[in-house]
């Protein structure tokens, strides 16, 4: 069905820069975007539907490109540890942190996974979200890290929002394996990942690349066998020391590196070289207090394209508003609003591959948008969190 929406402005994003059109129109076909231009340009012809969308604001729907919304339990309680000086690595060290997460998950039930991630994925809906990657790693056996996947793409066939999943077995090393990383990475290698692959669960492949995680090397061979099977590779990299991961990444052609507040402006380079996407988590940021800022300029001067996403996880960044997101980009990162939103959008939509469908507003592309009725496109890092008014469109079809 062919659908006119308009007396609305759109922040195309298109051919990924930040461009406006001011009274726009736009032209929905089934799921697609058949048209977008100035009004006055709109083609003649018969608009079955017709949509005022009373001189809001459009821009594609927002894309949430790293997050871990599917968990068991939750950690309030060590953050109010945190708040009494305990380190985020003293608590790992002492049985917290992502293991105590990992107990949880493993003993809860795929339902109850699933329903306490479904709620997560409203509230992160609620600000326009429309895409989301969501990663497994919770789990660190292959029954619990199947358990997580099967969640995820539940997720994706019950509500209405696009997800991408994503296998994160390399997270940290589960209990069974202590003091036996390279045979846990050796497990991850010969039997998680290709029975993950053949099972369909896995749209791409990451690793936590740290000191207090897996060493470069580990992360590498998980990445050989991403490419055997096919997969894309993402990493967590460069978040609390300089191991050179986002590197190792732009070898391997990764979609994203993420976290970067170590890198070096020459991982920047391997990075622009590789079109590796730089994901920016401020929630971590901001929830860790960190005061290392990725380095921005070498990022820009390079050309890198840079992404902003929730991290939505319960260790260290528990965040459910991407908008609160871009904010803190703003704020604590200092990317500027169109920096963000394209964060949000065209390269969050390239850190997941699907740059070629998402992301912007062009003809061919999903109907993935958001008319939200604010007065400028900076209002969307403006304002801290709340509700903003809005209409959501997925897949060509208005979503409440
Ligand atoms: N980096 C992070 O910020 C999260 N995972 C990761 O590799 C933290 C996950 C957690 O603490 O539960
Ligand atoms: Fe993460």
């Given at each position: 069905?062919?659908?006119?929406?308009?007396?609305?402005?759109?922040?195309?994003?298109?051919?990924?820069?930040?461009?406006?059109?001011?009274?726009?129109?736009?032209?929905?076909?089934?799921?697609?975007?058949?048209?977008?231009?100035?009004?006055?340009?709109?083609?003649?012809?018969?608009?079955?539907?017709?949509?005022?969308?009373?001189?809001?604001?459009?821009?594609?729907?927002?894309?949430?490109?790293?997050t871990h919304a599917v968990f068991g339990g939750n950690r309030s309680g060590e953050f109010e540890q945190r708040l009494q000086g305990v380190s985020y690595a003293d608590i790992a060290a002492a049985g917290g942190g992502i293991a105590s997460t990992v107990r949880a998950t493993r003993a809860a039930s795929e339902d109850e996974l699933f329903a306490s991630a479904a709620k997560r994925l409203k509230s992160l809906m609620r600000d326009g979200v429309t895409t989301v990657e969501i990663k497994s790693g919770y789990g660190l056996d292959l029954p619990s890290e199947r358990k997580m996947l099967r969640v995820i793409r539940r997720l994706g066939g019950e509500l209405p929002v696009s997800v991408r999943s994503t296998c994160l077995a390399a997270h940290a090393l589960p209990p069974e394996y202590k003091d036996r990383a390279d045979d846990y990475i050796e497990h991850i290698c010969a039997e998680m990942l290709p029975a993950l692959a053949a099972e369909g669960l896995v749209d791409a492949v990451d690793a936590f690349c740290e000191y207090l995680a897996f060493s470069p090397e580990q992360v590498e061979r998980v990445f050989l066998t991403a490419q055997r099977l096919g997969l894309p590779v993402k990493l967590h990299a460069e978040q609390l020391s300089s191991l050179h991961?986002?590197?190792?990444?732009?070898?391997?052609?990764?979609?994203?590196?993420?976290?970067?507040?170590?890198?070096?402006?020459?991982?920047?380079?391997?990075?622009?070289?590789?079109?590796?996407?730089?994901?920016?988590?401020?929630?971590?940021?901001?929830?860790?207090?960190?005061?290392?800022?990725?380095?921005?300029?070498?990022l820009r001067k390079h050309g890198v394209k840079i992404a902003v996403a929730s991290d939505l996880n319960p260790g260290t960044s528990p965040a459910l508003s991407l908008r609160l997101m871009l904010n803190m980009a703003c704020t604590c990162l200092r990317l500027t609003p169109e920096e963000a939103l394209a964060g949000a959008t065209i390269h969050a939509a390239?850190?997941?591959?699907?740059?070629?469908?998402?992301?912007?507003?062009?003809?061919?592309?999903?109907?993935?948008?958001?008319?939200?009725?604010i007065d400028r496109p900076a209002d969307l890092s403006y304002w801290l969190g709340g509700d903003l008014e809005k209409r959501v469109v997925r897949h060509g079809v208005e979503i409440d």
């Open positions: 069905m062919k659908t006119l929406w308009q007396n609305c402005h759109a922040a195309t994003m298109a051919q990924g820069v930040y461009s406006i059109i001011e009274d726009a129109a736009i032209v929905t076909q089934g799921e697609h975007i058949q048209w977008i231009g100035p009004r006055a340009e709109l083609p003649l012809g018969d608009y079955p539907a017709v949509n005022d969308l009373k001189g809001a604001w459009v821009t594609p729907g927002l894309i949430d490109c790293h991961g986002s590197s190792l990444a732009a070898r391997y052609q990764a979609l994203s590196a993420d976290h970067l507040e170590f890198m070096t402006e020459d991982d920047a380079m391997a990075m622009a070289e590789s079109g590796t996407v730089a994901v920016l988590l401020p929630g971590a940021f901001y929830f860790l207090r960190e005061t290392r800022l990725p380095p921005m300029d070498a390239q850190a997941l591959g699907m740059a070629q469908t998402h992301g912007s507003l062009e003809a061919g592309k999903v109907a993935d948008f958001v008319a939200w009725h």
